[in-house]
């Protein structure tokens, strides 16, 4: 069966410092990835979404993730964390097979200290 | 545009009863999605509906069953609830037949007693 691991449920970072939250999937085939955040009282939105050709995608906010194929890997990254980021942060894969079903990460909360 | 909206924000119920969701789309998204979020099992895909039939669905029980009218809006209906069934339920809606580019509504939180 399809799974995503966010093997980072809580974050806590200083405003200025580096971030990067891990997502791993196991699934054998073509998937798409994406990554969501859900600001404090604010309903779940897209951060960035990879479907192919480079695997380098940046998103809104100054958000980035790498996709690793060999590894299965997402992961989300930031240079420098602002305190308006602290938010929960979601990895989800959709397989791409004929029977299509996004599988969504526990979340990742992130807390910035200012 | 109007986001996607749903109905009602919060609802408490008892063991047994039964409840329906409401979500209304995106106007011009045909996809409408459903899901669980809880703390320990983060967010689970319910089913997707597309154009009035049910196109994927998750691991839920039969319990679980959802419709999908014309003007795209959709409804998830719970029977027999039970504890574990208390959870906030996400409705998602998108253009296309994928579940690409999905805008998510704020959400029911059903408490059940």
């Known amino acids: 069966a399809q799974s995503v691991s966010q093997h980072n449920h809580h974050v806590i970072l200083s405003e200025a410092a580096s971030l990067e939250l891990g997502c791993n999937y196991s699934?054998?085939?073509?998937?798409?990835l994406f990554w969501y955040v859900q600001y404090p009282g604010q309903h779940l939105q897209l951060l960035l979404k990879?479907?192919?050709?480079?695997?380098l995608v940046k998103g809104i906010k100054g958000f980035e993730a790498e996709f690793i194929k060999s590894k299965f890997s997402f992961n989300l990254r930031k240079p420098s964390v602002q305190w308006s980021d602290t938010a929960e942060y979601f990895c989800?894969?959709?397989?791409?097979?004929?029977?299509?079903?996004?599988?969504f990460g526990i979340g990742t909360k992130l807390q910035v200290i200012p | 545009k109007a986001g996607v909206t749903q109905t009602p924000r919060y609802l408490i119920k008892t063991r047994g009863q039964q409840v329906t969701l409401s979500c209304s789309p995106i106007?011009?998204?045909?996809?409408v999605s459903w899901y669980q979020q809880t703390p320990g099992q983060g967010l689970q895909f319910l089913f997707e509906?597309?154009?009035?039939?049910?196109?994927n669905k998750g691991n839920f029980p039969g319990r679980f069953s959802g419709r999908q009218f014309s003007n795209s809006r959709s409804e998830m209906n719970v029977s027999t609830l039970e504890l574990g069934d208390s959870a906030l339920y996400l409705c998602?809606?998108?253009?296309?037949?994928?579940?690409?580019?999905?805008?998510f509504g704020p959400g029911t939180r059903l408490t059940v007693l």
């Open positions: 998602a809606s998108s253009l296309g037949g994928v579940q690409v580019n999905q805008f």
């Open positions: 699934y054998g085939g073509t998937v798409n």
């Open positions: 990879y479907f192919s050709g480079d695997p």
């Open positions: 989800a894969v959709l397989n791409s097979g004929g029977y299509q079903k996004v599988t």
């Open positions: 106007s011009g998204h045909r996809s």
């Open positions: 509906y597309f154009s009035e039939t049910q196109r």
